[in-house]
């Protein structure tokens, strides 16, 4: 669901041509390959088979960065082969992915207040503005509100229900999914 989101963000600032605005796009890229890269490692983190050969497959990808690909993935891996200090390293990344995202989620909002958002008509549209507090506070609190309730529905009561079944075996280096 929080992917669906970022992706109609994105969509949304390539609609009003948002791109202008480099410094906050960029950063908005920024979070985007940071986010990318809190879901991987949180994938990874169950150690199941898929789990495994998911974390062993695309960490080889980096192997194809020139001149330095291979020490990248061996520092990624903290060895020859996948195995427990990745899974260790992928774990603090995971832990520490989400303080630096709210970070750099803080200069991107910042950014956008200081060149202000694109508006699609180019009208001023203070005339017509609602305030900010009681009404889209409210309405933002409730849809907050509606959104965690359903993510705890999911997460207590449905846990296994997005869940690939291979994942459940262990993580076995000679056995392929």
């Not at 906050?24 to 890229?29: A, D, R, S, V």
């Not at 993935?73 to 995202?101: N, Q």
């Amino acid at each position: 669901f929080f992917f669906m989101c970022v992706y109609m963000h994105i969509g949304r600032g390539i609609f009003y041509h948002s791109f202008y605005l480099s410094n906050t796009w960029l950063i908005g890229c920024t979070i985007f390959l940071l986010l990318m890269a809190i879901a991987f490692t949180g994938y990874v983190l169950p150690w199941g088979q898929m789990s495994f050969w998911g974390a062993t497959v695309i960490t080889n990808l980096f192997s194809a960065v020139p001149y330095f690909g291979g020490m990248l993935v061996e520092w990624m891996w903290g060895g020859f082969s996948v195995g427990d200090a990745t899974l260790k390293r992928f774990f603090v990344f995971h832990f520490l992915g989400p303080f630096i995202l709210f970070m750099l989620v803080g200069i991107h909002i910042m950014y956008l207040h200081e060149t202000g958002s694109t508006n699609p008509l180019g009208v001023n549209s203070d005339p017509e503005a609602i305030p900010f507090h009681s009404y889209y506070l409210l309405k933002d609190l409730v849809g907050i509100f509606l959104m965690i309730s359903f993510l705890f529905f999911i997460c207590f009561l449905l846990p296994d229900l997005f869940l690939d079944p291979v994942n459940f075996i262990p993580a076995d280096p000679m056995s392929t999914p």
